[in-house]
């Protein structure tokens, strides 16, 4: 405390546009997981404060809330994974990150003992904690709660309570994964991935057999049980091999839902995907992509109408029903504790939020939540009580209960009293013209106060993915929601802000997203990029030689693109963990690709990266990036500060060792931050 007050004395003292620091505007405990009790009224979640990682628990019925575990360190050690062990009054979840292709668990805090990622329990009173496996990950309590099933080193384990001892339930080829128990506890559904194709397997406690269910060279996944036990819903995918990631893809061989039923052993497909749009399979995001409802319809995400959308078919097959038409998007779902109602977060007449709605297979969308909040990941309790996470532009993400479309926040407490929501302008929706004419949605950032006659500074960020959207409020996953509290700070030291929801990112519908041309295909986004600069050079109050660019991941790519090829527009930029030949990156998610076989792919995706177009770039940039990063190889960092150097362009260097992509440590965002606002400073407010 003692140190921000000082820090907005100096500000002060020195006549500088901020109200506060970036250590308050990211101070906020950011919530994650959160998930809600079947027995007791009551919701549990993963607060992160400042690194500090705790679960938190809230009685529904008087509104109280407290942490439950005790952990006090900011040490980089991630808490997920949480399961209600109602009967015992604990809580089950999984605490470390999980290894690289090396085998290494992340320890950015360096640790010389190392981390562990290992499955703990906690008692809901007393805070005691107990180790349940040193080494696990994915746990699934059974519906009995007799036993706990979790994967270790591709296998299937068991924790049995009553004997307090862990084996493996069985011995597979393949790497497991999927795991879903029969209602009856008798059963356990998991994935057996073997490369090309994936099977559906179920084991049986009782008779200790495998059996793999109706085996195709396809890839089955997504397995959901009937409410009787007696049948299981899957997914299936054709097998296509010379598919590459960071490449437009409209269509596919169609997919299919397929049923299998335990007592005749005969295995039905219900519903497949028709040819061409929505023929390729599009996720959301929730525990399951299949939902198989009380009233025996199966309901499933598609995008056969250009949107990710649900819809519903008859669980012994028939036409499907589309439950949510519109020109919107469908992100966050959950299925109500009865099985007959789905909650869900989308963009439905607000493109550029989400709200809460609900439906059914045979009733329409109802609206929960409205206004100028982000409400999203929607939890029914055990009285029928709503529950999501919430934010708005000025206001960061929290956990909120949801009565008569008003959200009220819980926990409200945690929130630091210097947080300065009242400091904080929220940004303003605007829609640009790409440079090849498309349309592009951004949010705008402004000083706390625009003197007309005055030229400001501005840049531009872009988030990473590409599969993203930043939105009108704090983000919905924590490295975005630490970006737009940059954003907001970088607002508030005077630079106008432009934040670009660039083509091929989500929320505006499948050509949007599948944009041609894209990433290693051309880099069409690149048109977004110099639209977005020309939008902020075009405003009257943009001072046209002081535009800089920053953004993380894909949009590190974007931020070297814009360098690279457009040193003229941009005076400066901060490229954080990006993408510098597409090459490199392509096989760090497809281990078989091969540039040298692939010659015409590959020079496709060289011409489409920052690094051909070194020769032209002029403007400095700071690079930052962790060592351990798992999705951008640290060598891609390596690479263009070597070329950087060939051409003498001033570049600057922040390294985090043992750091992976998504920061694990705050310490270092604040790093990372405190730096990009100096670079800024110094090479546009300087200029």
């Known amino acids: 405390m003692k140190n921000r007050l000082l820090f907005s004395l100096l500000l002060a003292a020195n006549g500088l546009f901020a109200q506060f620091s970036i250590e308050q505007v990211l101070s906020s405990p950011f919530p994650t997981d959160l998930t809600a009790s079947t027995q007791n009224n009551s919701v549990a979640w993963v607060f992160n404060q400042e690194g500090v990682r705790n679960i938190w628990l809230s009685d529904l019925d008087d509104q109280s809330s407290k942490a439950i575990t005790k952990f006090d360190q900011d040490d980089g050690q991630t808490i997920y994974n949480l399961i209600f062990q109602d009967k015992a009054q604990r809580i089950i979840f999984v605490r470390g990150d999980g290894p690289n292709r090396r085998g290494e668990i992340p320890n950015p805090s360096l640790r010389a003992d190392g981390t562990q990622r290992m499955i703990l329990s906690v008692d809901w009173d007393s805070g005691d904690l107990d180790t349940l496996s040193t080494n696990g990950a994915a746990p699934l309590l059974s519906p009995d709660g007799a036993k706990l099933a979790y994967l270790r080193g591709g296998q299937v384990w068991f924790y049995d309570f009553a004997l307090k001892n862990n084996q493996q339930a069985f011995t597979i080829r393949g790497g497991a994964g999927g795991l879903r128990w029969s209602p009856d506890a008798q059963k356990i559904a998991f994935e057996s ?58 269509s596919a061989l169609p997919w299919a839902i397929h049923v299998y039923d335990l007592g005749s052993k005969k295995c039905k497909e219900v519903w497949r995907a028709t040819e061409g749009t929505g023929s390729a399979y599009r996720s959301i995001s929730a525990l399951s992509q299949l939902f198989w409802t009380a009233d025996q319809h199966l309901v499933f995400p598609y995008e ?172 919905h996953r924590g490295y975005y929601h630490n970006a737009f509290a940059m954003n907001q700070y970088l607002a508030s030291q005077g630079y106008i802000v432009l934040s670009v929801n660039y083509r091929s990112g989500i929320g505006y519908g499948m050509e949007f997203r599948e944009a041609l041309n894209y990433g290693a295909r051309g880099a069409s986004e690149f048109n977004d990029v110099l639209g977005a600069g020309l939008y902020l050079k075009n405003m009257d109050i943009v001072d046209g030689e002081k535009i800089g660019l920053w953004g993380g991941s894909y949009g590190g790519y974007l931020t070297a693109l814009g360098l690279a090829k457009a040193s003229d527009l941009f005076a400066a930029g901060v490229d954080i963990h990006g993408v510098h030949d597409w090459n490199v990156v392509i096989k760090n998610f497809v281990s078989s690709y091969d540039a040298s076989t692939q010659k015409e792919v590959a020079e496709l995706a060289y011409q489409s990266s920052p690094m051909p177009y070194v020769k032209d770039w002029r403007s400095p940039v700071l690079l930052i990036h962790g060592d351990d990063d798992r999705n951008v190889p640290f060598s891609e960092t390596v690479d263009i500060v070597e070329a950087l150097r060939k051409q003498g362009v001033y570049h600057e260097q922040l390294i985090f060792p043992d750091e992976v992509h998504g920061f694990l440590l705050h310490q270092n965002w604040m790093r990372a931050y405190q730096a990009t606002a100096d670079f800024f400073n110094r090479m546009l407010k300087d200029k």
Not at 225 to 245: C, H, M, Q, T, V
């Open 193 to 250: 991935s073997r490369g090309d194709h994936t099977f559906v397997g179920i084991y049986d406690l009782n008779t200790r057999q495998i059996l793999y269910v109706d085996p195709t060279v396809d890839h089955d996944g997504e397995v959901a049980w009937s409410p009787d036990g007696s049948k299981i819903a899957f997914i299936r995918i054709p097998n296509e091999k010379s598919i590459l990631p960071f490449a437009p893809r409209r």
């Open 304 to 475: 056969g109408e250009g949107w990710t959308q649900l819809y519903a078919v008859p669980a012994n097959g028939g036409a499907a029903k589309w439950l949510t038409p519109g020109a919107f998007e469908i992100q966050f779902v959950s299925i109500s504790p009865d099985k007959k109602t789905i909650y869900y977060s989308s963009n439905q007449g607000d493109i550029d939020r989400q709200h809460i709605w609900k439906v059914s297979a045979t009733e329409a969308p109802v609206a929960l939540t409205s206004g100028l909040g982000v409400e999203w990941s929607p939890v029914l309790s055990s009285k029928g009580e709503l529950v999501c996470l919430a934010s708005s532009g000025t206001v960061p993400a929290h956990v909120a209960l949801v009565n008569n479309k008003r959200a009220k926040m819980l926990a409200e407490e945690t929130m630091p009293k210097d947080f300065p929501s009242k400091a904080l302008k929220a940004p303003k929706q605007v829609i640009f013209s790409a440079s090849d004419g498309m349309q592009i949605h951004g949010q705008l950032f402004m000083p706390p106060k625009v003197d007309s006659k005055q030229k400001y500074p501005a840049i531009l960020f872009f988030h990473g993915g590409s599969r993203r959207q930043m939105l009108m409020g704090f983000h």
